[in-house]
T-cell receptor, first 113, second 111 residues
Framework: NAGVTQTPKFRILKIGQSMTLQCTQD?????MYWYRQDPGMGLKLIYY???????DKGEVPNGYNVSRSTTEDFPLRLELAAPSQTSVYFC????????????FGPGTRLTVT | GNSVTQMEGPVTLSEEAFLTINCTYT??????LFWYVQYPGEGLQLLLK?????DKGSNKGFEATYRKETTSFHLEKGSVQVSDSAVYFC??????????FGQGTELSVKP
């Protein structure tokens, strides 16, 4: 099992550009999550999904969109990138709500200039 | 909603020293509690967890006990190694399978 994979590892965007961060898991997990991690801060939940076709907002959803057309994939879309979106983005998945153990990808470091 | 507060870092220790990283939580009900570890340049990994009061989670020499009376879940290790240098996050479960993280505590262990 590869677990949770994310691409790209690094990206620099100009203000106003758009991009999609890819996340794939091969563990057949129903729950998937997107977090951002700012320096010296904990993780903030952006969006999450409890299964294919179902998504919901987390703490900090503004400026982002997601879709979940398959169990495996959970891409995060940034429209009109802003410097405030400079962060490290982590995708995670979980097999079930009970116990809520989450498995994390290696992260995407995004800089918006 | 649920929240987590953990001690600020960075924490610098010598090899073989005793480690404590404090974590307290506020929550409705009795959520699961977790410690995650993030090694440099990597994503978070689950270190240990406890799902009910008085449970003790343990892994790789680390331990934490779910204390309902003090709403705490402090992380301890009797003898740290250089390889334990990382950022440690305390987290609590929330409704809908979501996790609430503390701000993280950076640990640096010197030889």
């Amino acid at each position: 099992n590869a677990g949770v994979t994310q691409t790209p590892k690094f990206r620099i965007l100009k203000i106003g550009q758009s991009m999609t961060l890819q996340c794939t898991q091969d563990m057949n997990h129903n729950y998937m999550y997107w977090y951002r991690q700012d320096p010296g801060m904990g993780l903030k939940l952006i969006y999450y999904s409890v299964g294919a076709g179902i998504t919901d907002k987390g703490e900090v959803p503004n400026g982002y969109n997601v879709s979940r057309s398959t169990t495996e994939d959970f891409p995060l879309r940034l429209e009109l990138a802003a410097p405030s979106q400079t962060s490290v983005y982590f995708c995670a998945s979980s097999p079930t709500e009970r116990g809520i153990e989450q498995y994390f990808g290696p992260g995407t470091r995004l800089t918006v200039t | 909603g649920n929240s987590v507060t953990q001690m600020e870092g960075p924490v610098t220790l010598s090899e073989e020293a005793f480690l404590t990283i404090n974590c307290t939580y506020t929550a409705t009900g009795y959520p699961s509690l977790f410690w995650y570890v993030q090694y440099p340049g990597e994503g978070l990994q689950l270190l240990l967890k406890a799902t009910k009061a008085d449970d003790k989670g343990s892994n790789k020499g680390f331990e934490a006990t779910y204390r309902k009376e003090t709403t705490s879940f402090h992380l301890e290790k009797g003898s740290v190694q250089v390889s334990d240098s990382a950022v440690y996050f305390c987290a609590t479960g929330n409704q809908g399978g979501k996790l609430i993280f503390g701000q993280g505590t950076e640990l640096s262990v010197k030889p």
